[in-house]
């Protein structure tokens, strides 16, 4: 039989990373297997060891390239003209990641709401918690590149917080069996983190002396 070339392996490893990729944001990383990895790949398990080290290897490479789609999503928004039906790239990027659409499709969604209790029960600089670790570094930068240098300037920029509530409102908004809670957790983290939400409260002293 002939060896398998480097090419065509190559090939495999990706789609069995695309693919558990998309398992660990439907259903954990903790709840995903080496034979469910592989088959969705349309791979055997016994293949399993020419492509990665460990499950851990592969639930690590596979929460990496989550992440990486997250990122690239979030930089397109950013480089494209915003929408018209909002009035910047950040608030076009609010409204696609607090939206049902988000909410009711994680396998095409967010890792960090995915995977965050899975990354917080595993072991200190474990592979996973180590991939979950990079990731959230990277979308806080991707937040900071969305918010522009408007919010810099006087607005704040608060990447680390906004992600916090962002990964909170998704999570909750998913696990509520209240369709209107579940909805009204969204449109309140929406307009939380809009410019419109964000914005200084007026001083009533200020507008008395006016």
Not at 69 to 94: K, T, Y
Not at 120 to 144: I, K, N
Not at 172 to 197: F, H, Q
């Amino acid at each position: 039989m002939p060896r398998m070339s480097r090419e065509v392996a190559e090939r495999h490893r990706q789609q069995v990373v695309e693919n558990t990729s998309r398992l660990i944001r439907e259903k954990g990383a903790e709840r995903v297997t080496v034979p469910e990895a592989m088959a969705s790949a349309g791979l055997t398990h016994g293949g399993f060891y020419r492509h990665f080290t460990s499950k851990d290897d592969l639930l690590a490479q596979a929460l990496a390239a989550a992440f990486t789609e997250r990122r690239a999503a979030m930089d397109q928004i950013a480089d494209e003209p915003a929408p018209p039906d909002a009035a910047s790239a950040r608030d076009a990027f609010l409204a696609t990641y607090l939206s049902e659409l988000h909410r009711d499709h994680p396998g095409d969604g967010c890792p960090a709401v995915a995977v965050a209790a899975d990354a917080a029960r595993a072991e200190p600089g474990s592979p996973l918690r180590s991939a979950f670790t990079a990731g959230v570094r990277d979308l806080a930068e991707g937040l900071h590149k969305l918010n522009g240098p408007e919010r810099d300037a006087g607005a704040g920029d608060r990447p680390l917080a906004e992600l916090a509530l962002l990964v909170g409102a998704v999570l909750l908004a998913r696990a509520s069996d209240d369709a209107s809670l579940s909805r009204g957790i969204l449109d309140e983290a929406r307009d939380l983190l809009s410019y419109r939400g964000t914005q200084e409260p007026a001083d009533p002293e200020a507008k008395s002396a006016g």
